[in-house]
Nanobody, 124 residues
Framework: QVQLVESGGGLVQPGGSLTLSCVASERIFRIDDMAWYRQAPGKQRELVASVTSDGTTMYTDSVKGRFTISRDSTKKTLFLQMNSLKPEDTAVYYC??????????????????WGQGTQVTVSL
């Protein structure tokens, strides 16, 4: 089926770095806009960074200069390089993508997909 699978989360000290990855399943044959969101405990999910199919990027103010979003279209993978991490970056990070792929019965489907989330904890 069509899905996104994230990896790369974990525990890191303040000032440290992590790289998140999000891989689209084989049954996805076109990916348009992709993005990373995050949700901290007790807070709403927020957009962290996005990248269009032509490579245009956008960042929320709190991560500008520290995070870098990128994509490898041939491998259908989205990345988020996170440097100079702060405790306030602690959250579950979710990958999101606008995709076209094949469903369970090989029908063509267009969908806005979410990954399952990966926990990032920044703490001493």
């Amino acid at each position: 089926q069509v899905q996104l699978v994230e990896s790369g989360g974990g525990l890191v000290q303040p000032g440290g770095s992590l790289t998140l990855s999000c891989v689209a399943s084989e049954r996805i044959f076109r990916i348009d806009d992709m993005a990373w969101y995050r949700q901290a405990p007790g807070k709403q999910r927020e957009l962290v960074a996005s990248v269009t199919s032509d490579g245009t990027t956008m960042y929320t103010d709190s991560v500008k200069g520290r995070f870098t979003i990128s994509r490898d279209s041939t491998k259908k993978t989205l990345f988020l390089q996170m440097n100079s991490l702060k405790p306030e970056d602690t959250a579950v990070y979710y990958c999101h993508a606008d995709i076209v792929g094949y469903g369970y019965q090989d029908e063509m489907v267009a969908a806005k997909l979410w990954g399952q989330g990966t926990q990032v904890t920044v703490s001493l």
